[in-house]
Structure formats: structure tokens, C-alpha cells
């Protein structure tokens, strides 16, 4: 089974300039669950929407190409793609000739089913289309107006309550203070935050607290989003519940996470300013 210390995070890498699916180095989502309490089905739907700032390869005269990737693998997948393996296996297609962009899509998206064990989607935009790539900030009530005080600098899943004996509301709310580690390297990963929920009305302050909470905590941002969503069902007990990470990029790659307890259609992949 492959294991995260396993992986190149962290390691000096080779980086290869022609086409090798080998490169992708895919996790197990089980393990991480099993700490969450996760030991069936999932209770909650969703995928992770990564896109890919840095895509390049040739045709078949030998000139360069360009084009952005957007990558959607669903949370019921067995696998994620570690994301430094993906930036070196994207990086294989350099100098790599292929007939054209559908090629190339259609080669990405056979090798991350393959690697994630579930069909995902991979839709590439070329440079005619770059300029309909809008920037967009998550909508909701801002948490980060709030003057709270913040002592919990890992998980603090005790700082989440709700109102049970009041009536219940409808709210999305939004913070830009989320950061988390990687699990390997401990390098920072930036985000903001959006959390959607019907039920118990949720203490702000409590909440902004928890997300702050996460400023020294190592791991990957698909398991923070889950630990996340599953600190905020079990603890505020909501009716429903969606929540939605976007994380800012490294190495030509972001990653944005997407749980809700209810069947629902994906928000749009659109990037925040900080991405």
C-alpha cells in the first residue's frame, strides 16, 4: 500500500521531460477516514477539483503547446493522486509529441482513472479560452470580521456548538483564514473556506476559532476538508451540510475539495484571488 513517506514529497526529484504515466503516485483515502470514524460509506458526497496552471507538451512539428487542465476526481474514489507526483507526471509531457489537445486530455484522463481507481473528469482549455477564466470570491457571511481570540493552533473540534434549542437557520459562511501543513513536508498550505449547512444555527465565533485552529495541523487538504465537515456534523448536528475548501497553488497545481451531505451539482471551478 502506498504511503504518503513513501511518496517524492519532500525528496530531490529527477523531472522528467517525456510522457511517463509511472510518475503518479496514488493514496489510499481509507487510512485517513479510519481516524474520522469513516469505516463504511462515506456520509457524504462530493470531488476534488484540481486545476493545472502549467500544462505543455508538442505536436506533432515539434511546437510548444499550452492549455490550463481542470482535473475532477470524485470523493468515492479508493485513491488520491499525491500532488507533487502529479506536478512531475504533467511535467513528462513537455517535450512529449502528441496530435493535438483532445489527445493529451483524453491521455491524462485514462492515466488518473487508472491511478484513482474511479472515472474522473479532465476538461483542458487552450489560450483562445483564457480570458473566460473569471476570478471569483467564495460568497457568504465573512467569519473574519469577528474579533475573536484564537489560543488552539491545532484541531480543537470542542470549540464547535450550536444552538439546539433554537429555531433552526440557514446560513453560508466564509473565512479566508484557513491554513494548513503538508502531511510530509510541513511546508503551508493556504485556503479559503466556505460552509453551507440547514439546522441548528452555529456559533461564529466557535467556528472561526476551529478553522483558525487548523494553523499547525498536518495533512492533505482533500482529509482537512473531511475532518472538517465531519467535526461540524457530529458536534452542530446539521440537516445539511456542504463544505468547500479552495486552496491557493504550488507548483502549477491547486486543489479544492468539495463535501456535502446531500446529492448536489459541483460549484463552479472558479478561482479565488489568491490563486
Not at 487510512?31 to 458526497?45: N, Q, S, V, W
Not at 479532465?122 to 473569471?134: A, I, N
Not at 437557520?169 to 466564509?174: F, G, Q, R
Request: with cysteine; charged share 25%.
Amino acid at each position: 500500500m502506498n504511503s504518503p513517506e513513501n511518496s517524492q514529497l519532500g525528496k530531490t526529484s529527477a523531472y522528467i521531460d517525456q510522457y511517463d504515466a509511472s510518475l503518479l503516485f496514488a493514496i489510499p483515502r481509507e487510512a485517513k477516514r479510519r481516524e474520522l470514524g469513516i469505516g463504511g460509506a462515506a456520509p457524504f458526497f462530493g470531488a476534488d477539483m484540481w486545476t493545472a496552471f502549467e500544462l505543455s507538451w508538442l505536436n506533432m512539428r515539434g511546437k510548444p503547446q499550452v492549455a490550463l487542465a481542470h482535473v475532477t476526481v470524485p470523493c468515492e474514489s479508493p485513491n488520491i493522486i499525491e500532488s507533487k507526483s502529479f506536478k512531475l507526471y504533467l511535467n513528462s509531457f513537455n517535450n512529449s509529441r502528441f496530435a493535438d489537445a483532445r489527445d493529451v486530455r483524453e491521455r491524462i484522463r485514462a492515466d488518473i482513472n487508472t491511478a484513482c481507481g474511479i472515472g474522473v473528469g479532465v476538461k483542458t482549455l487552450g489560450p483562445e479560452l483564457f480570458d473566460r477564466e473569471p476570478v471569483h470570491e467564495m460568497s457568504g457571511l465573512n467569519l473574519d470580521r469577528l474579533d475573536v481570540e484564537c489560543l488552539h493552533f491545532t484541531p480543537a473540534p470542542e470549540l464547535l456548538f450550536a444552538e439546539f434549542d433554537e429555531m433552526p437557520v440557514e446560513e453560508t459562511l466564509t473565512s479566508n483564514l484557513l491554513k494548513s501543513n503538508c502531511l510530509v513536508t510541513g511546508q503551508p498550505d493556504w485556503g479559503s473556506v466556505q460552509i453551507s449547512y440547514a439546522g441548528p444555527q452555529i456559533d461564529q465565533e466557535g467556528l472561526l476559532q476551529y478553522l483558525v485552529s487548523y494553523r499547525n495541523h498536518n495533512e492533505f487538504h482533500e482529509q482537512c476538508v473531511e475532518r472538517i465537515f465531519m467535526d461540524i456534523w457530529t458536534r452542530c448536528k446539521p440537516l445539511k451540510l456542504s463544505v468547500y475548501a479552495r486552496y491557493t497553488r504550488r507548483g502549477g497545481l491547486d486543489i479544492n475539495p468539495f463535501r456535502t451531505s446531500h446529492p448536489q451539482s459541483l460549484p463552479p471551478n472558479v478561482r479565488t484571488a489568491r490563486q
